[in-house]
């Protein structure tokens, strides 16, 4: 097997890819059929409607007519994570003991219920419900935003087994944090270096050569990255330089969930259904970030585990090159 080592410019690390033949999604070990693998085995889901006495309070929600909070009529409901280790109470306070550094688990931790439905997955649901969930982590986003202890804010989706989900029912979280994780430091770090965005350079880079370029809409460009971590890993990036998610505008929100509608049926059933994480990238908040942030998601399918070489140099093995992921989700996607 032919292999190039990559650097993953936005991570700052090196990714082994492999170039010259791909694994099918057959092929991998991990497979798939979430539905094979049922994660939760519970009696009642907390998260159906009618069920909502079973989780903690509701923080927001969209709800039909005059429903009350906790009760059913809603369609996007968030509720604290009832087995979070985060607290917004105090101040955030650093101790060292000899050369060991810990603090208090101050933060928040969010769920974010995409449906009241079981068993209807985020890429089942209509375009219209798929805004609104982006539309509530946007606004989750804002309100938390508004605490000065908070620094970064993380939005995450867990499907399936493999990707680390504990509950079927379809949900995203928010995870509210009082220090700035270093994952995406390589984008600040190039913004210093060349006084550009990483990202815009990116787009402009990735739309000429469109060898790993899955699709473009308006305000928005799907790409497999050039030093992709996993394999078929797909990156969502918003033309408008924007730095934070918080700031996409009602035309962005709109053009997302199509995207977001078009994508995920479409690499579900390229890859087999497999398990699957989304995040969602962005700047730092309540504090002096310089420049060089531009929010971005991310949707990483789980076909492998990783590996003792992952854990040892923490180099990424991917057997499949993007460029052979990109033109295999491309040939599937609408023109």
Known sequence: ??????????????????????????????????????????????????????????????RAGNTLPDTPGWTVRTIPN??????????????R???????????????????PQHGVEFSQLPVERIKQIYLMLQQRYRQLATDRRIKYIQIYKNRGLFAGASLEHSHSQILALPEVPSENQGLSRYYEQEGQCLLCKILEEEM?????????????????????????ETWVIPRRHTEHFADINEEELDDLAAVMKTFMPVMLDCLGDPSYNMVINTAPVNQDIGGGYHWYMEIVPRLIVAAGVEFATGFY???VAPEIAAAMLREKLPR
Request: proline residues 4%; aromatic residues 12%; hydrophobic residues 35%.
């Open 97 to 115: 003991t000899g050369i060991f550094q810990s603090c208090n688990g101050l933060g928040q931790h969010e769920v974010v219920v995409e449906t």
């Open 1 to 62: 097997m032919a292999a190039e080592l990559r650097k993953d410019l936005v991570r700052d690390t090196w990714v082994v890819i492999a170039t010259d033949r791909a694994l099918k999604p057959n092929d991998f070990p991990i497979n798939k059929g979430w539905e094979k693998a049922k994660v939760s085995g519970q009696q009642v889901c907390p998260f159906c409607e009618g069920n909502e006495s079973y989780t903690t309070d509701e923080i927001a929600a969209f």
């Open 317 to 319: 093995m991917n057997p």
């Open 82 to 95: 009832k087995f979070s280790a985060f607290k917004l109470e105090g101040e955030l306070e650093l101790k």
């Open 208 to 232: 000429q050569s469109r060898q790993r370029l899955i699709y473009e809409s308006r305000h928005f460009l799907l790409v497999c990255p050039y030093a992709s971590r996993f394999s078929y």
